[in-house]
């Protein structure tokens, strides 16, 4: 699996657009980007995932630049729900269900 | 409907005991995970299985040893438990390696 790098933590304002940044240089072409995140005490939660097209749901949207060694997930109006630890993965879509988890980015949303 | 539970929530036992953590998915998933998530918060898968047959083993002590009946269900047992198995213990299942659901954690602390 293809190693990322994330920042270890962000602060983000109540209301506005919390944009969380993933490296992932070396990603294979069948390498899918799925992003998780866990609240506190929680088991993680599954966000969204990508293979090149940007791609959006009612949780996120996810920008994967044209040559997939970054991406975006974007929380356009943050709430202090948001607060977690946000997984950026890199992984094929078929290799018997192994996701690696790094150490995230914890996000802190603030009123 | 909780789609994947596990029980019990939480576990306090003696070192050398023996103890299991039971996992129950209601969404029709084929694959079943066991992770643990250290002090440290380090998520680390641990089993899977698909449809009943071990398919990961990420070179976990042979204390532990998961059993699944059937597909809906994973069970995790633990041998002589040491003080170094306290950790949250999450399961999770997924269909074609699509999103993970995971549980709400399992926090076993050895004394």
């Known amino acids: 699996d293809a190693k990322t790098t994330q920042p270890p933590s962000m602060d983000c304002a109540e209301g506005r657009a919390a944009n969380l940044p993933c490296n992932h240089s070396?990603?294979?072409?069948?390498?899918?980007v799925y992003w998780y995140r866990q609240i506190h005490s929680q088991g993680p939660q599954y966000i969204i995932h990508?293979?090149?097209n940007n791609e959006t749901n009612e949780m996120a949207s996810l920008i994967i630049t044209e040559d997939r060694k970054s991406s975006t997930l974007i929380l356009p109006h943050a709430t202090l729900r948001d607060t977690a630890v946000y997984y950026c993965?890199?992984?094929?879509?078929?290799?018997?269900?192994?996701?690696?988890f790094g150490q995230g980015t914890e996000l802190s949303v603030k009123p | 409907d909780t789609a994947v539970s596990q029980t019990p929530k939480y576990l306090v036992t003696q070192m050398g005991n023996d103890k299991s953590i039971k996992c129950e998915q209601n969404?029709?998933?084929?694959?079943m995970y066991w992770y643990k998530q250290d002090s440290k918060k380090f998520l680390k898968i641990m089993f899977s299985?698909?449809?009943?047959?071990?398919?990961i083993n990420e070179t976990v002590p042979n204390r532990f040893s998961p059993k699944s009946p059937d597909k809906a269900h994973l069970n995790l047992h633990i041998n002589s438990l040491e003080l170094g198995d306290s950790a949250v213990y999450f399961c999770?299942?997924?269909?074609?390696?699509?999103?993970?659901?995971f549980g709400s954690g399992t926090r076993l602390t050895v004394v």
């Open positions: 990508g293979l090149k």
């Open positions: 070396t990603i294979s072409g069948n390498e899918y």
């Open positions: 969404l029709g998933h084929d694959t």
């Open positions: 999770a299942s997924s269909q074609e390696n699509r999103a993970y659901t």
């Open positions: 299985y698909n449809n009943k047959e071990l398919i």
């Open positions: 993965i890199a992984a094929l879509y078929n290799q018997g269900g192994k996701l690696i």
